[in-house]
Nanobody, 114 residues
Framework: VQLQASGGGLVPPGGSLRLSCAAS????????VAWYRQAPGKEREFVAS???????KYGDSVKGRSTISRDNAQNTACLQMHNLKPEDTGVYYC?????????WGQGTQVTVSS
């Protein structure tokens, strides 16, 4: 399984961003898909996850500002973020689990700055 994250970039505070995670394998075989992020000098932080098509969880720091979704037919998962803040800056990683093994993508940089 290979995951390719994309959609990062430089966004002004208050802006929006849509991150995508494309999988090489059939996403319908994945138990769940999640996003984590890591800011410089900080621990990796849970952002959001989706199990099945509708069972979602969000980290406290992004709750109410983010929506995670997955499209098994397109083998993609997306993270839509709104009202971005400078503290949302970091490298965003998608990760999935299949048959008990976790697979991480390479990450995409998100920078929130004016």
């Amino acid at each position: 399984v290979q995951l390719q994250a994309s959609g990062g970039g430089l966004v002004p505070p208050g802006g929006s961003l849509r991150l995508s995670c494309a999988a090489s394998g059939s996403m319908s075989s994945f138990n769940w898909v999640a996003w984590y992020r890591q800011a410089p000098g900080k621990e990796r932080e849970f952002v959001a996850s989706i199990a099945g098509l509708t069972s979602t969880k969000y980290g406290d720091s992004v709750k109410g500002r983010s929506t995670i979704s997955r499209d098994n037919a397109q083998n993609t998962a997306c993270l839509q973020m709104h009202n971005l803040k400078p503290e949302d800056t970091g490298v965003y990683y998608c990760v999935t689990n299949r048959r008990g093994d976790n697979y991480w993508g390479q990450g995409t940089q998100v920078t929130v700055s004016s």
